[in-house]
C-alpha cells in the first residue's frame, strides 16, 4: 500500500467511525422509545392546549432554524454570490446548537409521551404508517446530528465529510418537519382549543 493510499485509508476512518457511532445512537433513541412506557408525566404544553400542539409549533421553529442553517452555511463556504457579513459565523453557530436544543426538548417530549409507536397500540389501533416513518427518521436525527458534531470537529477528516454531514441533517430535519408539523397543519390546521 502507498503511503498516499494509507493517508487515503486513515482520513476515511473518521467518517466512517461517525457514521457507525451515529446509526448506534438512532438505534439506542430507538430503542428507548420502544421500552419506556408512555406517560404525560414531566411534560410540558408551553401553554398550548396539547404536548402534540406545543411539539407541532416548536418544530416549526427547528424547520425555520434548518434552512437558516442551509442559507448560512451556503454564504460561509461561498456557494451564493452574497458577502459573509462577519457575524454570520457567530449566528450560524448559534442557530445550529439552538436548533439542536429544541429538537432534544421535542425529541424528549416525543419519547416520553408517546414511545416510538408502530403495530397496533395497546387499544387495538393500528399505527399509521406517518407515525411510523416520523418516529424512525426522529430517532436518526440525533445520530446524523452526532456525525455532524464530529464531522465539524475532525481535522483528519475528508473534505466532503462536513458538506455531507450538514447535507443529512438537514434532509432528516425537513423529513421530520415534513412528517409532523406541516403534516398537522394540512389535517389541522393551526393548533387552537378544538385541534389534536
Not at 467511525?17 to 430507538?30: D, K, Q, R, T
Not at 417530549?109 to 408517546?114: G, K, Q, R, S, T
Not at 483528519?156 to 415534513?178: D, I, N
Amino acid at each position: 500500500m502507498t503511503d498516499g493510499a494509507a493517508a487515503a485509508g486513515r482520513r476515511m476512518a473518521v467518517p466512517l467511525a461517525a457514521f457507525a457511532a451515529g446509526a448506534a445512537v438512532a438505534v439506542l433513541i430507538g430503542v428507548f422509545g420502544r421500552v419506556h412506557g408512555p406517560t404525560l408525566d414531566a411534560t410540558t404544553t408551553l401553554g398550548f392546549h396539547t404536548v402534540i400542539q406545543m411539539k407541532v409549533v416548536v418544530t416549526t421553529a427547528i424547520g425555520v432554524l434548518a434552512l437558516l442553517q442551509v442559507l448560512g452555511a451556503l454564504v460561509l463556504y461561498g456557494k451564493v454570490p452574497v458577502i459573509a457579513p462577519p457575524w454570520l459565523g457567530t449566528a450560524h453557530r448559534a442557530s445550529g446548537t439552538l436548533a439542536l436544543l429544541l429538537a432534544v426538548f421535542v425529541a424528549y417530549h416525543c419519547l416520553w409521551a408517546l414511545g416510538l409507536e408502530y403495530g397496533h397500540l395497546p387499544d387495538g389501533e393500528k399505527v399509521g404508517l406517518r407515525t411510523v416513518v416520523h418516529g424512525v427518521l426522529g430517532c436518526t436525527v440525533f445520530g446524523a446530528a452526532f456525525v455532524k458534531v464530529v464531522a465539524v470537529r475532525s481535522k483528519r477528516a475528508p473534505g466532503w465529510f462536513l458538506p455531507m454531514a450538514g447535507g443529512l441533517l438537514f434532509t432528516l430535519f425537513v423529513a421530520v418537519v415534513l412528517t409532523s408539523a406541516v403534516w398537522y397543519y394540512a389535517s389541522y390546521g393551526l393548533p387552537d382549543s378544538n385541534g389534536y
